[in-house]
């Protein structure tokens, strides 16, 4: 044990260098390896981070986003006609806004939307009727509601408003064919024609109610004032232009009255020769040249004119001589009534062809 003891003796007379900053050094220096994992499991870790985020951002959106961005089911949609008037469509149904001009008489046309459970192209117009779906592409469960403004007379058969299936007439059809019920009415000076039109396989009671309903939402546009009438209407020709041997003439009409009332529409004219008589012309609507005019409604108050531009070519087209146009006759819509215009200059029509621009708003007369 002595000699044990004499040996720790020494040791503690040993002089032990400090190598805490050497260590520290030399850990420094080292290279660092960092371990990261697998490609396929760094993968799998950013989808699922992925996932969370879009499925949080999912519940926030819907949370905090307006309601008039998620379509409501179940909506029927409302149909605003261009001249203010509206009806309302039932769910699903499809909504088909139409013009129809009667060939056989230009003078009569009909604007409106033809409502239907199926899909149908253009409803057809024979003469003297209201416009109707086409039969032929008509199917057994088709149902269709037609409302259009119209330039023709109804002749004192108007139905009153609200609209009710009850006051409609049943048209004559023969079996298995489509049945119709058609009738006409009167709203703030304009007239209306509306037909219903069944498939010959739907179910009668529950087709009256829902077609009731569809009429009953029927809403008038506000009020314009009567149509005028020939005996309120001043003509004049308010301007005269030449282009490319096309001769453009502006006529005015004015409202000569104490009364508001309103011009609709492309207007009926006929042309007129220096005895009176009416020349042998094609009348075509709109104007050769630019982009197509679409009609409109001029409310005139007392003093106020509309305008409407007819063109034909002076220039000889072929073996057929030129007729001398010396008046503009103008059927005035809403009245079996016309307003004469003396063209001062007189004018050449060499292509048998008279264009005629809808009635547009003008400066005052002069």
Do not use: K
Not at 65 to 83: C, I, K, S, V, W
Not at 84 to 96: E, L, M, T
Not at 166 to 195: D, I
């Amino acid at each position: 044990m002595a000699d044990l003891r004499s040996a720790f003796d020494r040791l503690d007379g040993l002089r032990v260098p400090d190598l805490r900053d050497d260590i520290a050094r030399r850990v420094d220096r080292e290279p660092r390896v960092v371990r990261t994992p697998p490609a396929r499991a760094r993968l799998a870790a950013a989808l699922v981070a992925f996932a969370v985020f879009a499925g949080g951002a999912v519940l926030v959106w819907r949370a905090l986003a307006p309601e008039n961005r998620t379509p409501t089911p179940g909506t029927a949609p409302l149909y605003r006609d261009p001249a203010g008037w509206s009806i309302r469509a039932p769910v699903g149904w499809r909504v088909h806004p139409f013009e129809i001009v009667d060939r056989s008489d230009p003078s009569v046309w009909f604007r409106g939307v033809q409502l239907s459970n199926v899909v149908l192209p253009n409803p057809t117009l024979a003469r003297g009727t209201a416009p109707q779906p086409d039969a032929s592409a008509f199917p057994r469960s088709g149902i269709a509601v037609i409302v259009a403004r119209t330039s023709a007379r109804p002749g004192g058969d108007e139905v009153p408003l609200p609209l009710s299936l009850e006051a409609f007439t049943q048209a004559s059809a023969p079996a298995g064919a489509p049945a119709r019920e058609v009738a006409y009415f009167a709203a703030n000076g304009w007239t209306f024609a509306a037909s219903v039109t069944f498939g010959a396989g739907t179910s009668p009671e529950a087709v009256d109610r829902l077609v009731s309903r569809t009429l009953a939402s029927f809403h008038p546009a506000p009020a314009l004032g009567a149509p005028c009438a020939p005996s309120q209407l001043a003509g004049r020709v308010a301007a005269t232009e030449g282009a490319a041997g096309t001769q453009f003439v502006t006529i005015g009409l004015a409202n000569a009255s104490s009364t508001t009332c309103h011009l609709e529409g492309a207007p009926s004219v006929e042309a007129l020769g220096p005895s009176g008589t009416p020349l042998s012309v094609e009348v075509r609507s709109g104007l050769p040249e630019g982009p197509a005019l679409q009609p409109s409604t001029v409310t005139l108050g007392p003093g106020d004119e509309a305008s409407l531009v007819v063109a034909f070519s002076d220039v000889t087209d072929g073996n057929l001589p030129c007729l001398n146009l010396a008046e503009i006759r103008i059927a005035v819509p809403g009245s079996s009534g016309s307003v004469e215009v003396v063209l001062p200059r007189g004018g050449q029509v060499c292509t048998r062809v008279l264009w005629v621009a809808p009635f547009a708003a003008s400066a005052g007369a002069a």
